[in-house]
C-alpha cells in the first residue's frame, strides 16, 4: 500500500498538548502550506506535535519544553489523504494516532516505514538552529541516496549493520558471547580447569571414605540429643504449666476474697434499702402495687370531686354575701324620707298651685267675656277652669296611691339574705365532708403503710416511686450477691482442678506431685547442661560432615571431568564458527561499501549539482557550486570560482547552503518518508528580501515534489512565499492561528 498510494498530512487534531486542548488544525494542502500566526499563537507547538505523534513525545530532561499540560497525558493524532485521488471520488482517509509512548505509534504505521526518526529530525523538521550546520553530512547523505536502492533496506543500513556485528567479533567486553578473544581466552581456561580436575580426583576419594566412618557415630549422637531434647522439652513444659497454674490458683484467692467482699456489701446494701422504705413496700409485688395505685386513684378523683364541690360552695357563699352587703350599702332611710317629701311637695304643688292659677285665670276671663259678650274669652276662661279641675284631681290621686319602688327594694334585700343564708349553709356542710373524707384518706394510707405522705395522695404516689426504685436497687443488689456467690463457687472449684492438674504435669516429668517450680528449675537447667555438651559434639560431627559433603557435591558439579571435556570442545567448535562468520562479514562490508560508492558516484553528484543551482538561486547568483573536499567537508565557489569552507561564511548565506542541501537531498531521495510533511519553522527569517525570494522560490520547487508546511509570524515572509508560488503557478494554502 506504501508503494501504489502516496498520501499527505490534511489535518492534526491535538486532544491535549502544551495549551492546547480537542484543538483542529486544517485543512492542509498537498503542496505548499503556510501557517501564519503571531508570537505565542502556537506554531512551535504545532510542529512538536506531529513529530511527537509520529515518533514519540518528548521525554522531560532539563527546562526543555516537552507542551506536557498539567495532571493530563498528551495525546492527539495526523489524518493523512490519498495524494491523487479520481476526480469526484472521496479521497482515502489514513490516521496516525498516539497516547502514551509506551503504547507505541497507533493506525496505519506503513506511512513512516520509509524514515527514521533522525532522518525526519534532520531532514524534514527545519527552524533557524537546524539551518545553521548539517550534522553527519556523509553517513546522511549516505543513507538518504540508498534509500530507494530497490533492495530490502538500505546499503548503508546494512553496512552499519555489519560494522555492528565485526565490533562484536573483535569486542573484549565480557558479555560479548561471539568475541573471538573471549572465546579463546575461556578455551584455555577450560583445558586448565579439566588439568586440576584430574588432580584433585585422589584428596575426594580420601574425603569420601572419612564421610562413610563418620555417618554411624552422627547417627548415634543425634539420638542421644534427641533424648535430651525429648526431656528438656517435657521439663519445660512441666514448668510452664506449673507456672501457669500458680499464677491462676494465686488470681483465684485474690478473686474469691473479692467476691466474698462483694457479697457482704451487697447484703448491707439490701438491707439498707429495706430500711429505707419499710418491709411492706420493699415487698410489694407488680400486682399489689397496681392495685394499690388504682386505690390511690380513686382517693384522688373523690378528693379532686370534693375539692370542687368545695370551690363551687365557697365561690357561690362569697357571690351572694357579695349582693347583700352591696344592697346594705345603697340602703339609706333618711335619703329616702327627704326625697319622700320633696315627692310630696312637688306633688301637693302640682295639685294645689298650678290648678288654683289657672282656676284664677280661667274665672276672670269667663266673667270678663261674658260681661262683653265675647264668646272667645268665655270659652278660653271656661277651658282654663275645666283644665283646673282636671289637674287638681289627678294630682290627689297621684298623692295617695301606694309606692311600688319601695316595696321592690325591700323585696330584693329579702332575697339576697335568704340566699346568702343558704350558700353559707352549703359550705359549712362541703368543709365537713371535706374533713370527713381527709380522715378516711390518712386512715387508708396509713392502712397502705404509706403514713408518711401525711395524708396525701400525691406524697403518696411520689413515695411509691421511691419505693420501686429501691426495690429495683434492691433486685441488683441480689442479682450481685447471687453472682458473686456462684462466681466464688466456679473459683472454688477451678482450685481443686488446678491441684489436680500441678500434680500431673510434675509426675509426667518424673518429679515429686508436692514439688514447686525451684525444683522443675534445678533439673532442667542439669539437663540443659548436658544437653549442651551432646550438642557441641553433634556439631562438630555435622561440621565435618558437611564439609565433606560439601567437597564431594562441588566436586560431582564442578569437577567433571567429562564436563569439561564437553565445554573445550564446544568452546573450540564456536572459536572455528567465529572466524568463519568474521571472514564473511568482512567480505560483505567491502561489497557493501564498493555497492555505496557505486550509488554514490551516481547520484552524488546530482545532489551537488540541485544544491549549487538551488544556492545560486538563493543567493542571486553570489554563490554559485557546493561540492565535497577530500576529507568530506562542504565548501562554496563564488561567481569568480573563488572557494570557501563553511566556518567563514555569514549566518544568512550559511542557512541558505544548508537549506539548498537538504532540498536537493530530499528531491534526489524521493523514496524516503514519501508520505511525511517538511515541517519549517521561521526560516527565512535570517535572509534579505532579494535572497528571501530566492529560498521562497527554492521551497515552491521542493513543494512541486512533496509536502511542505513553513510557519512564519512575519507577513513579509507569507507575501514572499505566496507571490513565489503565484510565479511558479502552484497553489498554496494559507492557515491562519
Not at 420 to 436: G, R, S, W
Request: proline share 2%.
Amino acid at each position: 500500500m506504501s508503494e501504489q498510494t502516496p498520501a499527505y498530512l490534511r489535518t492534526l487534531h491535538m486532544e491535549r498538548f502544551g495549551r492546547f486542548h480537542d484543538t483542529v488544525v486544517g485543512p492542509f494542502g498537498p503542496a505548499l502550506n503556510i501557517v501564519f500566526g503571531p508570537n505565542e499563537a502556537g506554531k512551535t507547538t504545532i510542529a512538536s506535535f506531529v513529530g511527537g505523534v509520529l515518533f514519540g513525545w518528548e521525554e522531560a530532561r532539563g527546562n526543555r519544553n516537552t507542551y506536557k499540560p498539567e495532571g493530563a497525558e498528551r495525546a492527539g493524532s495526523l489524518l493523512f489523504g490519498a495524494a491523487q485521488a479520481t476526480a469526484g471520488a472521496v479521497p482515502e482517509i489514513y490516521t496516525l494516532a498516539r497516547q502514551r509512548n509506551v503504547d507505541g505509534l497507533q493506525g496505519d504505521e506503513w506511512l513512516v516505514e520509509d524514515i527514521d526518526k533522525d532522518t525526519y529530525r534532520t531532514m524534514f523538521s527545519l527552524n533557524s538552529d537546524e539551518l545553521r550546520s548539517l550534522r553527519n553530512t556523509t553517513d546522511t547523505t549516505a543513507k538518504l541516496l540508498t534509500a530507494g536502492s530497490g533492495t530490502g533496506s538500505s546499503p548503508a543500513h546494512a553496512l552499519a549493520h555489519v560494522n555492528e556485528r565485526l565490533a562484536a567479533f573483535t569486542s573484549r567486553a565480557a558479555s560479548a558471547e561471539q568475541s573471538i578473544p573471549q572465546l579463546l581466552a575461556r578455551r584455555n581456561e577450560l583445558r586448565a580447569e579439566q588439568q586440576a580436575a584430574s588432580d584433585a580426583a585422589d584428596v575426594l576419594r580420601a574425603q569420601d571414605r572419612e564421610l562413610h566412618e563418620l555417618e554411624p557415630e552422627r547417627a548415634a549422637m543425634a539420638e542421644r540429643v534427641a533424648e535430651a531434647n525429648r526431656v528438656i522439652e517435657a521439663l519445660t513444659t512441666a514448668k510452664s504449666a506449673v507456672e501457669s497454674l500458680d499464677v491462676e490458683r494465686d488470681k483465684l484467692a485474690v478473686d474469691i476474697e473479692r467476691l466474698h467482699v462483694a457479697a457482704d456489701e451487697a447484703a448491707e446494701e439490701l438491707r439498707t434499702h429495706e430500711r429505707a422504705v419499710g418491709r411492706r413496700l420493699s415487698r410489694l409485688t407488680v400486682s399489689d402495687e397496681r392495685a394499690l395505685r388504682d386505690r390511690l386513684e380513686t382517693l384522688a378523683a373523690r378528693q379532686s370531686r370534693q375539692a370542687h364541690a368545695m370551690e363551687t360552695a365557697r365561690a357561690n357563699y362569697t357571690s351572694s354575701a357579695a349582693v347583700y352587703e352591696a344592697l346594705q350599702e345603697t340602703a339609706d332611710e333618711a335619703a329616702d324620707r327627704r326625697r319622700e317629701h320633696s315627692k310630696r311637695r312637688i306633688q301637693v304643688a302640682f295639685c294645689v298651685v298650678i290648678p288654683a292659677v289657672l282656676f284664677l285665670l280661667g274665672v276672670p276671663l269667663f266673667i270678663e267675656g261674658r260681661d262683653r259678650g265675647s264668646l272667645s274669652y268665655m270659652a278660653i276662661g271656661l277651658l282654663l277652669s275645666v283644665f283646673a279641675a282636671l289637674m287638681a284631681v289627678g294630682g290627689f290621686a297621684l298623692l295617695f296611691r301606694p309606692d311600688k319602688e319601695e316595696g321592690a327594694r325591700k323585696a330584693r334585700f329579702d332575697d339576697a339574705h335568704w340566699v346568702m343564708v343558704q350558700d353559707k349553709k352549703k359550705l359549712e356542710a362541703c368543709e365537713a365532708e371535706e374533713n370527713q373524707l381527709s380522715a378516711r384518706v390518712a386512715q387508708a394510707l396509713e392502712e397502705e403503710g404509706l403514713a408518711e405522705a401525711q395524708g396525701s395522695v400525691r406524697q403518696a404516689r411520689a413515695i411509691l416511686d421511691e419505693a420501686r426504685e429501691v426495690r429495683q436497687a434492691m433486685a441488683l443488689c441480689r442479682q450481685r450477691q447471687q453472682a458473686a456467690a456462684s462466681r466464688c463457687a466456679e473459683a472454688e472449684r477451678r482450685l481443686e482442678e488446678i491441684a489436680a492438674a500441678r500434680a500431673s504435669a510434675l509426675e509426667r516429668a518424673g518429679l515429686s506431685a508436692e514439688g514447686d517450680v525451684s525444683l522443675v528449675e534445678e533439673e532442667l537447667d542439669r539437663r540443659c547442661r548436658q544437653r549442651t555438651g551432646l550438642i557441641e559434639a553433634l556439631e562438630t560431627m555435622n561440621q565435618r560432615a558437611g564439609e565433606l559433603a560439601a567437597l564431594l557435591a562441588q566436586a560431582e558439579t564442578e569437577g567433571d571431568f567429562d564436563r569439561l571435556k564437553i565445554e573445550v570442545q564446544e568452546v573450540t567448535t564456536r572459536l572455528e564458527e567465529a572466524r568463519a562468520d568474521f571472514a564473511r562479514l568482512l567480505l560483505a562490508k567491502r561489497m557493501l561499501e564498493a555497492a555505496i560508492a557505486t550509488w554514490e558516484s551516481k547520484r552524488q553528484p546530482e545532489v551537488y549539482a540541485r544544491a549549487s543551482r538551488l544556492l545560486s538561486l538563493m543567493t542571486d547568483g553570489h554563490w554559485t557550486e557546493v561540492t565535497l573536499t577530500r576529507e568530506g567537508a562542504l565548501q562554496v565557489a563564488d561567481a569568480h570560482g573563488r572557494t570557501r569552507q563553511t566556518v567563514h561564511l555569514s549566518l544568512g548565506t550559511c542557512q541558505q547552503l544548508y537549506l539548498a542541501l537538504r532540498i536537493a537531498l530530499l528531491e534526489c531521495a524521493d523514496n524516503v518518508g514519501r508520505s511525511i510533511p517538511i515541517l519549517a519553522d521561521d526560516i527565512l527569517v535570517n535572509f534579505d528580501e532579494h535572497r528571501r525570494l530566492g529560498a521562497a522560490r527554492a521551497l515552491v520547487e521542493l513543494a512541486e515534489h512533496r509536502q511542505v508546511i513553513l510557519f512564519t509570524c512575519h507577513e513579509e515572509v507569507a507575501r514572499t512565499l505566496k507571490k513565489a508560488a503565484k510565479q511558479a503557478a502552484l497553489p498554496a494554502t494559507v492557515i491562519n492561528l
